[in-house]
Nanobody
Framework: QVQLVESGGGAVQAGGSLRLSCTASGINFRGHTMSWYRQAPGKQRELVAS???????NYADFVKGRATISRDNAKNTVYLQMNSLKPEDTAVYYC?????????????WGQGTQVTVSS
């Protein structure tokens, strides 16, 4: 059973920093791309950053230069360090991985962690 458990969200002032963590179980963690998405009220869920099993990273334009995604395969954990936070970063942040089942990718999500940035 795949489980993704996020932590590290909270309320910060603009310009502050947060480090989100996502610990996975039930998967061969080191073999999977891990991603962070976010969803603000009334908006669609959007990709924030991803890291492949080869540690190749990808960032959405809105966080480039302000966020760093990393992974610790020994701890089955992926991190998202966010700096210079802005009020528009306020959202629920979700951990994601995709697993092939019968040749088709299925999305697995954590429960989400709230990030609130005040001006």
């Amino acid at each position: 059973q795949v489980q993704l458990v996020e932590s590290g969200g909270g309320a910060v002032q603009a310009g502050g920093s947060l480090r989100l963590s996502c610990t996975a179980s039930g998967i061969n963690f080191r073999g999977h791309t891990m991603s962070w998405y976010r969803q603000a009220p009334g908006k669609q869920r959007e990709l924030v950053a991803s890291i492949t099993n080869s540690f190749i990273t990808n960032y959405a334009d809105f966080v480039k230069g302000r966020a760093t995604i990393s992974r610790d395969n020994a701890k089955n954990t992926v991190y998202l360090q966010m700096n210079s936070l802005k009020p528009e970063d306020t959202a629920v942040y979700y951990c994601n991985t995709k697993i092939l089942t019968s040749g088709r990718p299925s999305d697995y999500w954590g429960q989400g962690t709230q990030v609130t940035v005040s001006s």
